[in-house]
């Protein structure tokens, strides 16, 4: 089976403009959970879905948005970039609303560079 | 706000040697503690978690122990081979408004040396 993928691999942005990050979950996951992780730091929660609505945001600005579509993919967007945005962003699916019966399974992430 | 401590930050062991982990965790309603380990240019990968309900729990050469009262969990990796070297996660999840919320620690990197 396959696992979580996410698209694009790498990516290098200037300061200013925005990216779309793209994830398609685990067959069957109805959640889908984004995290970003800056070199040598553990992932910090950005959004979860689960069901194509929005089911936990963590503490960053509105500049980050993100939908779940019917298929239960996602997108994950970041207007106005900054040096500071420069991670990898990880994408996570689990079967439901992740939790004790419901990890988290992950993607190999997204490398964003900001110029 | 919510907080998961990892110590050490860095842990250095001989093939063969245990390598134990330890994290903290500051949110009370906590309920699910799994660990992840991550090599690089990957994505973290589940290894073993652990309930609030249980105390200890055992898969091969890991183990993980939980310690509710003290809000203490700790990783425990036997016969340690150099395959192990890697990046290790803990985190702990609490229910969050409509869903759940897993906060990471910060990792320890493992170096296993042959």
């Known amino acids: 089976d396959a696992g979580v993928t996410q698209s694009p691999t790498h990516l290098i942005k200037t300061r200013g403009q925005h990216v779309t990050l793209r994830c398609s979950p685990i067959?069957?996951?109805?959640?889908v959970s984004w995290y970003q992780q800056v070199l040598g730091q553990g992932p910090q929660f950005i959004f979860q879905y689960y069901e194509k609505e929005e089911r936990g945001r963590g503490n960053f600005p509105d500049r980050f948005s993100a939908r779940q579509f019917p298929n239960y993919s996602s997108e994950l967007n970041v207007n106005a970039l900054l040096l500071g945005d420069s991670a990898l962003y990880l994408c996570?699916?689990?079967?439901?609303?992740?939790?004790?019966?419901?990890?988290?399974?992950f993607g190999n992430g997204t490398r964003l560079t900001v110029t | 706000g919510e907080n998961v401590e990892q110590h050490p930050s860095t842990l250095s062991v001989q093939e063969g040697d245990s390598a134990v982990i330890k994290c903290t965790y500051s949110?009370?309603?906590?309920?699910?503690f799994p660990w992840y380990k991550q090599e690089l240019g990957k994505g973290p990968q589940l290894i073993i978690d652990?309930?609030?309900?249980?105390g200890e729990k055992k898969d091969q050469r890991i183990a993980v122990t939980l310690n509710k009262t003290a809000k203490h969990f700790s990783l425990h990796i036997t016969e340690t081979q150099p395959e192990d070297s890697a990046v290790y996660f803990c985190?702990?999840?609490?229910?969050?408004?409509?869903?759940?919320?897993?906060?990471f620690g910060a990792g320890t990197r493992l170096f296993v040396k042959a």
């Open positions: 652990i309930r609030s309900n249980v």
């Open positions: 067959s069957g996951h109805k959640s």
């Open positions: 985190a702990a999840s609490m229910v969050d408004t409509g869903g759940f919320k897993t906060i």
């Open positions: 996570a699916s689990s079967l439901t609303r992740a939790g004790m019966d419901s990890p988290l399974h």
């Open positions: 949110d009370s309603a906590s309920n699910y």
